[in-house]
């Protein structure tokens, strides 16, 4: 299964991303996608997460309101639109599937991730 992301670039704070990621070679249909990020200096953490079939979602607290995670499993892809970016949201963000189809937000039951796409956001 591959995984590419894009749609990361450079943007002043209280600008708005829209991040996709492409999956080829896997039953897309049947994972849980999520959304991790790395900033600077920091651990990997969770952003957001979606079951397989999109009926259940999972956000972390400081993106709650202001960004959404959504699918598409015709065209094998999720989405993280970001709105009202912080300079604290700069980081890599990174796509991935986990195997049982659920929401997860623990980086180690996701089998698959893409290479990531770097979010920076100017103050």
Known sequence: V????SG???VQAGGSL?????A?????STYGM???RQGPGK????VAAISWGGGTTYYTGSV???FLISRDNVKNTVYLQMNS????DTAAYYCAANRVGRVDVTAGQYTYWGQGTQVTVSS
């Open 43 to 46: 651990e990997r953490e969770i």
């Open 34 to 36: 999520a959304w991790f």
């Open 85 to 88: 970016l912080q300079p604290e």
């Open 8 to 10: 990361g670039r450079l």
């Open 2 to 5: 591959q995984l590419v992301e």
């Open 18 to 22: 829209r991040l996709s990621c492409v």
């Open 64 to 66: 709650k309101a202001r």
């Open 24 to 28: 080829s070679g896997g039953a897309f």
